[in-house]
């Protein structure tokens, strides 16, 4: 299934009347053939209108760039730029967007030729504050061709998570667990966003599951987790039922996605889901999202919307673990100590029952859910998947709606250490510098739930440009903050 958008970057330059139009149609031209020489040429559209001065230039580049199939747009200021009709056409283009300037190549452009595009750009970051449009501007968003061309490639990313969200849909089946009210779900924030929901009830899902028995298509699926599974097939009686619930889930995406291009999911997955469908879901939401589909537990809206988010941003499976135990003293001093440079309140482990990705565990076997057969019969827990996750760099981070309405984020890079975990469900050693004080001033000082996702290598820069995109208050976005740096309500004395 094709869950994730493919970008493409229509380059719009733009020049002032009294500049030369010349200066922004060669620099633009350089830009296009340096990014085409260093990345996919596919990527992006060379706009042949420049816009000067006149508005209806400028809707003429709009529509060239919609007729040239693009869904993101860059203004390059090739000179100093009309302040009105660039932001315009970023006002009226249905879609993420960028602001890059031109740098003077040389001496020689000085005397002449120079585009002052380092002004423009002032101008042009006041006109849009005016017309209240959000746009992408680089950390320093002014260079030469090459330059410019890794500027937009950095874009994409964010880009794609942008895009996406305007076009998601939410599923959801059942209200959140008792007790987990931690998995608050205003929705308001996700209408905001321009994310749809369609929330079920289990009795929903359950009669779809029922109708799905019997599914010509279910030996193929079985076949197919087999050979995910391999050697972790420890639990063979249980997969055509798995099989089942998972056609019944990409019917239901497919029946319900509507006028929306990508999906993802949130279930309930106890305390009657496993008396009822007689397993746990957990391989099955594996199974998905390393397919693209992200699929949260614990009816965890906002942990699919992060889910989602960070499949997007990465071009790469996910996945969402407790930030759940900390790591014994005996194991710190044993495995971690000396070995790398964490202190041990620098360390957790991230879990879940089984819901990561066999792509992104370092050995893997179906087995039961040992926490829910404390109080239920194993055989109604069969379906969770057991394994360390895969040592390397990590980025934990979570978009969220409070209590009250409000958007918060948190990102914060790590690493998984190549440490035995010796504990049960998908599982991990994870580093992050300086995580107790983060666990601590932000984690639970702005009220974040226990479930965080999990990208896999960093992608902090991403994902906080993400976030700045879609109207995360920049204070609301949390950080580990370095050692010496002190967090607001950190106690100078502590």
Known sequence: MNNSPVIKIGIVGVSRDCFPASLTISRRAALAKAYSEKYDAADIYECPITIIESEIDMVNALEDIKAAGCNALCVFLGNFGPEISETLLAKHFDGPKMFVAAAEENNAVLCSDRGDAYCGMLNASYNLQLRNVKAYIPEYPVGDAEECADMIHDFIPVAKAVYALQNLKIISFGPR??????????????????VEIEENSELDLYESFLKHE??????????????????????????????????????????????????????KCWPAFQTMFGFVPCYVNSRLTGQGIPVSCEVDIYGTLSEFIGTVVSDDVVTLLDINNSVPKEMYEADIKGKFNYTHKDTFMGFHCGNTCTKKLAFHEMKYQKIMARSLPIEVTNGTLEGDIVPGDITFYRLQSTADGKLRAYIAEGEVLPVATQSFGSIGVFAIPEMGRFYRH??????????????????????????????????????????????????PWA
């Open 214 to 267: 019997g599914d010509e298509r279910i030996p193929e699926v079985v076949k197919s987790m087999e050979e995910d599974l391999g050697s972790g097939n420890k639990k063979p009686e249980i997969l055509a039922k798995l099989a089942q619930y998972e056609l019944t889930l990409k019917d239901w995406v497919e029946g319900h996605r509507g006028y929306r291009k990508y999906i993802a999911l949130t279930t």
């Open 442 to 491: 932000v984690l639970i000082e702005k009220g974040f739930p226990h479930h965080g996702a999990v990208a896999f290598g960093k992608w902090g820069k991403y994902l906080f440009e993400t976030f700045k995109y879609i109207g995360v208050p920049l204070d609301e976005i949390g950080y580990n903050q370095p050692a010496g740096v002190r967090y607001p309500s950190e106690n």
């Open 177 to 194: 667990p008792q007790n987990f009210l931690a998995c608050n779900a205003p929705i308001k924030q996700l209408y905001n966003l321009g």
